[in-house]
Every structure is written in structure tokens, then in C-alpha cells.
């Protein structure tokens, strides 16, 4: 079967660092998505792991385990405006993105 | 570059009507893929064209759907004898060889009453 795993709702603080993990069981994998999605608006590209690693990109950086099936998006120096759903996919042969449920992040002041 | 467009944003149909959707990818992109999203989930994958060929379908995607791609442009999906289970965020999103360009549209928000 193929399965997305990941946090339904988290909450930080203004300023802060926080880590969104994700376990993933799929056949074909080729790599780990992260996108963010604001309530009503599309999903938006953050980040794409296919090797083993850490890869930062300014305030957020994405790390992927290909053995452990395992991914986590890690955002720093949190923003009010950070407060959004962010959702883990699974990219298959053929293109197909399997997703997780979403992880609700509200940042508090 | 204006990014994958869909159109309309909103759709509010009665149950029964049949309603077409329109996804316009970036000019670049060879693939279209139509993805469903309902509240407080993930978005769910539907099918998914490269060129003018619809290369895979989900099971989600029952026989009173139909995508088309003629021209390996613009998609339509389409919803015949729409139900209330129908009602959801339907997501276009296109992308070159290079899945790093995977790019979604806004959506189209469909509610059937």
C-alpha cells in the first residue's frame, strides 16, 4: 500500500524554529515533496529531496532518508505569516504525487 | 509566464448538472495532472496526461469523469450528473521533465447542492 504520514496540527511561537516530520510507504518513490498551502490558494512549491540530506533554502530546509522513509521541513525564525497548512508528498514513477493529510501550522505571537 | 490558470474559480452546480472544468499549464510543460482536494486533507491524484495522451486514472476517478487533453495544451475534466460527494477543490498542476517544476493552479472550487 502507500501511505503518507504526518502531524495534523502543530503550533509555534513567533521567532521560533519548528520541525513538520513525515513517514512515507509508497512503491516507485523517486522523491520527497514539501509544499505550503494557505486556507483557499494553491499549494506552493518549497522544497523537492531526492538524495539523502539536508537541503536549506533561506528560513526553511528540507532533509529526506530514503532507507528510513522518512522526510521533515524544518522552518527558523518563524513569521505570523508562516501560519498555513504544509503538505508532504511522495513523488512516484510517472509523476504522480502522493500525498499526506497536511500538517496545520498556527504561529502565535 | 503566468503560471497554471484554471478556470472558473467556483462553480456551485445543482445536484444532477453536468459542469466542465479548464486547466491552461505553463506553455513549457509536456505533463497535466488533475488532482481533488476536500477540507482538511491532501490532495487526492486523479489522472494525468504527458502531451495529448492520458497515460494514468485513479480509481477515484469514476466513469462520470472524463478528462481531455486534445491538443496537449489546455485539459478539461468534466462531472456528469453531479453528486454532493463531488463537491470539493479540484487542482490542476503541470510540469516538465523536471519534476522540481511541479506547479499547481489555484483550483477550481465545485459545490453541488
Known amino acids: 500500500g502507500q501511505n503518507i504520514d504526518q502531524p495534523t496540527e502543530m503550533t509555534a511561537t513567533e521567532g521560533a524554529i519548528v520541525q513538520i516530520n513525515c513517514t512515507y510507504q509508497?512503491?516507485?518513490?523517486?522523491?520527497l515533496f514539501w509544499y505550503q498551502q494557505h486556507a483557499g490558494e494553491a499549494p506552493t512549491f518549497l522544497s523537492y529531496?531526492?538524495?539523502?540530506g539536508l537541503e536549506e533554502k533561506g528560513r526553511f530546509s528540507s532533509f529526506l532518508s530514503r532507507s528510513k522513509g522518512y522526510s521533515y521541513l524544518l522552518l527558523k525564525e518563524l513569521q505570523m505569516k508562516d501560519s498555513a497548512s504544509y503538505l508532504c508528498?511522495?513523488?512516484?514513477?510517472?509523476?504522480?504525487?502522493?500525498f499526506g493529510q497536511g500538517t496545520e501550522l498556527s504561529v502565535k505571537p | 509566464d503566468t503560471g497554471v490558470s484554471q478556470d472558473p474559480r467556483h462553480k456551485i452546480t445543482k445536484r444532477g448538472q453536468n459542469v466542465t472544468f479548464r486547466c491552461d499549464p505553463i506553455?513549457?510543460?509536456?505533463?497535466l495532472y488533475w488532482y481533488r482536494q476536500t477540507l482538511g486533507q491532501g490532495p487526492e491524484f486523479l489522472t494525468y496526461?504527458?502531451?495529448?495522451?492520458?497515460?494514468?486514472k485513479s480509481r477515484l476517478l469514476s466513469d462520470r469523469f472524463s478528462a481531455e487533453r486534445p491538443k496537449g495544451s489546455f485539459s478539461t475534466l468534466e462531472i456528469q450528473r453531479t453528486e454532493q460527494g463531488d463537491s470539493a477543490m479540484y487542482l490542476c498542476?503541470?510540469?516538465?521533465?523536471?519534476?522540481?517544476?511541479?506547479?499547481f493552479g489555484s483550483g477550481t472550487r465545485l459545490t453541488v447542492v
Open positions: 498542476a503541470s510540469s516538465d521533465d523536471r519534476v522540481a517544476g511541479y506547479t
Open positions: 509508497t512503491s516507485g518513490f523517486n522523491g
Open positions: 529531496n531526492v538524495l539523502d
Open positions: 508528498a511522495a513523488y512516484n514513477q510517472g509523476g504522480k504525487l502522493i
Open positions: 506553455s513549457e510543460h509536456n505533463r
Open positions: 496526461f504527458q502531451n495529448e495522451a492520458q497515460l494514468e
